[in-house]
């Protein structure tokens, strides 16, 4: 590994502090981008207009049309927390804004697989619904919207990830990403599109006379939900992002949020008054998303729906019960996956440029997980496959791969399928992350076709894990008010946590629940304790350590502990 301190423009921290910025945050601000305080107004009516985004004028005038008409509107989710939250959000925004007949449907996510299939816009039409809209999903749904306008349905795609070369014949598409789009934050989640398509909705009906600007309804309501599903599916937190999190997450502090996250919550063990971004994204979000994996999303979905204390406390007990089984099987995945890896390359040698896994015994649902933990700890493009469990798609292969900067797997993937023609029979995702199916007959080719794209496109220093940080941790920043400071604010993907690097003196190590390594530190000539997670290899006396700050309690006393990330040894 290597630890790479971050560039740090002295004039942007300059600026910042003499704005009023506390020193320590003006140079993690400046670290990330950040040159003026303007890019750190969280205030709602800082938002990007509506108005930017294509599609969402004529989604406005479709959906006031069809509540003023009663017309009964189905939405159909996908089966990720986006997806979860976009649902909910979907459905609490519309019945808010006048509509009385909305209902919604959740592909499972063996059965039916990704997006908006031809039998479930047959599902749609037989729900009696008139409008379907799609959340989260839809952009790569050919066929689906196709088979939805056959049947007489009205189609509002609602959607974020990247278009193929073909666009689906929906009556309107949102989509930030959709060629012609000037909205300038491609980053959005599919459920910050679904908020802004409600935004278009309330100013479309505003203008009808329906509302006034004293009279219409308060969507910021929805924004706990809105913030929970854009950290939980890990889209870069760009200023628009990072404004939607943040008022989110104030109403969540301030207790004011939906019954099915107060319980989600207590069920995580966590304080919803000191609420962070971390447990967005590793304590709710793997709950909501547990169920998706292994049960049916529904469950999720109610969980959020519901304004039913008690109901809302149930689900969420049910929610964190899946996810334990869900970390059962994904341990015993993982350590099967790492078994096969380690017959790839012999040890002393390097991993091969890309990463394919398969076991028969592999669950569809987790595989996702499995290789973002391989991925972790080889630092390569990795996918891992198990079998369909699909009625009549016995001898396709499902899998979900994760990748390392510099390498967009999506594109690879594109790559891969023209290399290779029919290998590939379905695939789509992000850079970061994408999904496929191949026949079980392809393995062989495509782990050929993967491997030969990552050789041409990664070369030793992509291959290279490499941490940015943020530099050396002053002394007189090791308190445990400034730790309670940084928890408080947004960070996640593409505006990473506060994590410093410097030398220390290792004083003592011992290995606790004999999977994590506590340290007894010297931070320039001072004591600090430590912890290292699922690491378990000894460290030398001195050595260049990254690091978050946390705050550890014992006997009511909070003293600063370092979160270790990582080591250059």
Known sequence: MKIVP????????WALEQAGIHPLLARLYAGRGVTGTEELDDALGKLLPPSSMKGLPEAAVLLADAIAQDKRLCVVADYDCDGATACAVALRG???????????????????????????????????????ITVDNGIASIDGVAHAKKLGLQVLVTDHHLPAAELPMADVIVNPNQPGCTFASKSIAGVGVMFYTLLAL????????????????????LLPLVALGTVADVVKLDANNRRLVAQGLKRVRALAMPAGLAS???AAGRKAEVATTFDFGFALGPRINAAGRLSDMTLGIECLLTDDPARADELAKTLDGINRQRREIEGD????????????????????????????????????????????????????????????????????????PGFHLRDALDLVAKRYPGVLLRFGGHAMAAGCTIHEDGLDAFEQGLNEVAQEWLDAATLTRRMDTDGALNPEYRRVELVDVLHKEVWGQGFA?????????????????????????????????????????PLPAKVVLAFRLDADEWNGVRRVRFLVEGAQL
Request: proline share 7%.
């Open 202 to 221: 309330r100013s479309e009906l505003r203008n009808r006379g329906v509302f006034d600007s004293t009279t219409q309804p308060k969507l910021d309501t």
């Open 6 to 13: 971050r560039d740090i423009p002295p004039r942007s921290v």
């Open 497 to 537: 946590a506060p994590t410093f690097s410097e030398e220390v003196e290792v004083v003592s190590q011992r290995l606790v629940g004999e999977k994590h390594l506590a340290l007894k530190l010297k931070h320039q000539g001072q004591p600090v304790d430590g912890i290292w997670f699922g690491h378990t290899e």
């Open 333 to 404: 995945m993982r350590e099967q996956a790492m078994n096969i890896v380690d017959g790839l390359f012999d040890e002393g040698d390097e991993p091969p440029p890309a990463i394919c896994v398969f076991d028969p015994d592999f669950h569809e649902g987790v595989v996702g997980i499995v290789a973002s933990r391989i991925k972790d700890k080889l630092h390569r493009p990795t996918f891992v496959f198990a079998a369909s469990a699909a009625e009549g798609k016995e001898h396709e292969l499902k899998g979900s791969g994760r990748s390392i």
């Open 94 to 132: 519309l019945k808010l804004l006048g509509a009385k007949h909305v209902g919604y449907i959740v592909p499972d996510r063996i059965v039916d697989g990704y997006g908006l299939t031809a039998p479930i816009s047959q599902r749609v039409k037989d729900s009696g619904a008139d409008v379907l």
């Open 264 to 266: 989600l919550f207590v």
